[in-house]
């Protein structure tokens, strides 16, 4: 037996028009998964399967919490997801993935493993940026960042590796300005 064959759904052997099916993925699932954005979690999947004439829809709902990285102190965090998808399966001659969320099973398997769906819906389930709350971030990197951190509003010039003073913008506007420039300003 496979670790993935928890997952499979039994599309022609349906004889009722609709199924529920529910999953819990948690950090075993992770783990099997194997992938580098998401180790650890544990997520409930409610998944509704209804036939219709041509193919099958299935409903994906996703709730619960994965561990990210916080963007800011790189420490571990939770992430609270939540998620509702969809996606259309139908039988044809080979395996495709058709775009625009149809997928094509071969109708002699009748089957779809739904594992790396559900995994693709909770990552992109995940906000694009991940931080902790203010002041829950690890004190030690908020500290080292605010130490390398130059801020806009800095007027020092700092010094290079070789001594010499690094310009500013104030001593930009302070040197003339070529005048072929001016010449060639003219000619727009």
């Known amino acids: 037996m496979g670790k993935f064959d928890t997952y499979k759904i039994d599309l022609k052997g349906m004889t009722e028009s609709s199924a529920?099916?529910?999953?819990?993925?948690?950090?075993?699932?992770?783990?099997?998964?194997?992938?580098p954005e998401l180790q650890k979690g544990k997520v409930q999947v409610k998944l509704h399967v209804r036939k219709t004439a041509q193919a099958f829809e299935l409903s994906f709902h996703s709730e619960g919490e994965v561990v990210v990285l916080c963007d800011r102190c790189l420490d571990e965090m939770?992430?609270?997801?939540?998620?509702?998808?969809?996606?259309?399966?139908k039988f044809g001659p080979e395996y495709a993935d058709e775009g625009?969320?149809?997928?094509?099973?071969?109708?002699?398997?009748g089957t779809i493993n739904v594992a790396w769906i559900m995994y693709e819906f909770i990552a992109l389930a995940i906000p694009m940026k991940h931080v902790h709350a203010p002041g829950k971030c690890n004190k030690a990197m908020?500290?080292?960042?605010?130490?390398?951190?130059?801020r806009a509003g800095d007027e020092d010039a700092e010094e290079e590796e070789d001594g010499s003073?690094?310009?500013?913008?104030?001593?930009a506007e302070e040197t003339p300005i070529d005048p072929r420039w001016n010449e060639l300003k003219r000619l727009l």
Do not use: C, H, W
């Open 100 to 109: 625009d969320n149809l997928i094509v099973v071969p109708e002699d398997e």
């Open 165 to 171: 003073m690094e310009q500013t913008p104030d001593d």
């Open 20 to 35: 529920d099916y529910e999953f819990v993925l948690d950090n075993a699932f992770f783990a099997y998964i194997d992938s």
């Open 78 to 89: 939770e992430q609270e997801i939540s998620s509702d998808d969809k996606i259309l399966v």
């Open 142 to 150: 908020s500290g080292n960042l605010n130490k390398y951190l130059r």
